[in-house]
């Protein structure tokens, strides 16, 4: 191939709302830099931020969040469909009824606001959109597409499309994986290819075929029509040399943010450390759905990560970082971390880990700059976690929501319920423990687990049987009836068989709701101890009005503290003290410390509640 050609068909790459606005896209960032080193001239687009900038980031920033319900793609979808559109009466909204009131505000309505939008905003944002960029530069119109961006992203092709029928359209990101793809590459006239899987190898070889004339059908994870048949071929196996991979280009986003006035202040750059789940790989979690078709596990040398956030943060100007990994590497802990800690730098970075991590790990990761979490907790009751199969016990999730909040670490974490096999005792022991955990942080929510494709609770119909399921319901006002709904669905509504009453979970979300606004009434509470040899003193703010103290000595005192590492048995606490006392009389002792709740017991095991009052130990 000779460079002429490749010059001949230049690209760019769209990202379109619903995509936050607070970070750019790393899709788009990656996939530039790939092109641009295979010799291709590729160049990204923010217009998520163009739509930002007219309506309102607050606006836009309530909008992006919803992620069940599709608000977002319901806004686009007339002008992706145009007449076959099924919803142009706002039949939606009526069926949302009560469930969009966090849209309201103080001088409209949220209905209002809604169809102001979708009938005004909208269409001139595209006309906007279609009128600002040079598109008569380019041959090629990627568009990377997760949660709610498939219809802006239809929209504006279709316009595209009219203007510039010669254009190339290529769809990819999480909503084109599996038969998804296929099928929105049937059903939506717009979508010429589809990259169905990672695009780190598909996307700069379709440039390359498209630039030389010659067929895609050798091409590994591409999707196009071909008559009236859709052609797929099987996608490339997962990248494993990660470190091969350049580092994001994000020159265009903070670019068009400052020229759009947008803040960037509060940026965290998304970096990649790792792609997959090591721990989905060997126990897929019952009710998740991500890395639908690259579940393997593959990570960067810690010296690649290290390098690359001190390059981004050069050449952005930022300490915020935010990896986009589904789940840490565990040898970052031994390796990454402790590097970063002796470089003495002023990194924030967040990271969704596993929540197994003890308090040693938790040390090392704050020391390292990491400030910001998110462990797949889900639960309080060990027997839920072993029906979601998280290899954790629950003793293990407070745990770590004790060491985190002693070492400063934000923790975002949900509690979930709706789970074969799960018991209305579950959730009445868990109603009744989250008053004594008042001073760790809350969850942000607690709600009935979702049903997403590519989790076990969808691929499994033999394991999870249900009454029934179907897409969920907002999905027939978005998408015309030529698209097969149960294809192209990530999110779907079900029941169930032996399900329980949403009655037995109504104390536990009532004890959540009471510890979040606890949290933010004013200063959290605190439970923290301090000791001395044989001396052991727990101060207690969590039930006001009953502030007080505990005072322990002696074998009381060791007991408590033996188990504020992590959980123990009594066995253990007997062997680790030397304690010739009977196993039975520590464990009335751990009986003795809950009733005061002061103690999470969990079965066997047996975990001190009270954080350390002496910080950074």
């Not at 868990?430 to 955990?437: D, E, I, M, S, T």
Request: aromatic share 10%; glycine share 8%.
């Amino acid at each position: 191939m000779t460079g002429p050609n490749r010059a001949a068909w230049p690209a760019v790459l769209v990202s379109m709302p619903f995509m936050q606005i607070d970070r750019p896209s790393i899709q788009l960032g990656l996939l530039k830099e790939i092109g641009t080193a295979h010799g291709h001239d590729v160049r990204t687009l923010h217009a998520n931020l163009d739509f930002a900038a007219r309506i309102g980031a607050d606006w836009y920033r309530l909008l992006a969040e919803s992620r069940g319900r599709l608000v977002g793609d319901w806004l686009f979808a007339v002008e992706a469909f145009g007449d076959a559109a099924p919803d142009r009466d706002a039949r939606l909204l009526a069926e949302l009824t009560g469930e969009l009131d966090y849209l309201t505000s103080a001088a409209e309505p949220a209905l209002d606001r809604l169809l102001r939008t979708r009938d005004r905003d909208v269409p001139a944002f595209l006309d906007d959109l279609l009128d600002g960029f040079p598109w008569h530069e380019v041959r090629v119109v990627g568009f990377s597409s997760t949660f709610q961006q498939n219809t802006a992203s239809f929209a504006l092709a279709r316009r595209l499309k009219r203007r510039f029928p010669e254009l190339v359209t290529v769809f990819g990101g999480a909503n084109f994986d599996g038969e998804m793809g296929r099928e929105l590459v049937r059903s939506v006239d717009c979508v010429d290819y589809a990259v169905i899987g990672e695009g780190d190898t598909a996307f700069p070889r379709l440039l390359e075929a498209l630039a030389a004339g010659t067929g895609v059908d050798g091409i590994p994870g591409v999707a196009r029509r071909v008559g009236d048949r859709v052609v797929a071929t099987p996608p490339a196996a997962p990248l494993t040399a990660l470190d091969d991979l350049p580092a994001p280009d994000y020159d265009e986003y903070f670019d068009r943010a400052a020229r759009l006035g947008l803040p960037v202040d509060n940026v965290w750059l998304p970096f990649e450390s790792a792609r997959g789940c090591w721990w989905g790989a060997k126990h897929h979690c019952t009710f998740c759905g991500l890395n639908g078709t690259t579940m393997r596990f593959r990570a960067k040398s810690p010296d690649r990560v290290r390098a690359e956030l001190a390059g981004q943060s050069r050449r952005y100007r930022t300490f915020r970082f935010e990896a986009v990994d589904n789940i840490l590497e565990p040898a970052y802990v031994r390796e990454l971390f402790p590097a970063l800690a002796s470089d003495e730098l002023d990194y924030q970075i967040f990271y969704e880990v596993k929540a197994n991590l003890n308090r040693a790990a938790l040390r090392t990761l704050a020391r390292a700059g990491v400030t910001h979490l998110q462990p797949g907790l889900e639960s309080l009751s060990s027997n839920v976690l072993r029906l979601m199969d998280k290899g954790v016990r629950a003793a293990q999730n407070v745990n770590l929501l004790r060491w985190a909040r002693y070492y400063g670490i934000g923790v975002g974490w949900n509690i979930l319920w709706g789970f074969p096999g799960e018991t209305e005792a579950d959730y009445a022991a868990q109603a009744a423990v989250v008053p004594h955990l008042v001073h760790l942080q809350p969850p942000m929510s607690a709600d009935r687990v979702w049903l997403e494709r590519f989790s076990p609770l969808f691929t499994r119909p033999d394991r999870f049987r249900m009454r029934h399921r179907e897409p969920e319901r907002s999905y027939r006002f978005v998408y015309p009836s030529t698209v097969d709904l149960e294809r192209i669905a990530y999110f779907f509504d079900y029941e169930l068989e032996q399900a329980l009453p949403e009655a037995a979970y109504a104390d536990l979300a009532a004890a959540v709701d009471s510890w979040k606004r606890t949290w933010t009434a004013g200063s959290p509470p605190v439970l923290r101890y301090r000791s001395a040899p044989g001396h052991l003193r727990i101060d207690d703010t969590r039930f006001p009005g009953r502030e007080g103290s505990y005072t322990f000595r002696d074998t009381l005192a060791e007991i408590y503290l033996a188990c504020s590492e992590r959980p123990s048995t009594a066995q253990a606490v007997r062997r680790r003290l030397g304690l010739t006392q009977p196993v039975g009389v520590i464990e009335d002792a751990f009986a003795e410390f809950q009733a005061r709740g002061l103690m999470f017991l969990d079965g066997s095991l047996a975990l001190a509640l009270a954080i350390p009052a002496t910080p950074g130990r």
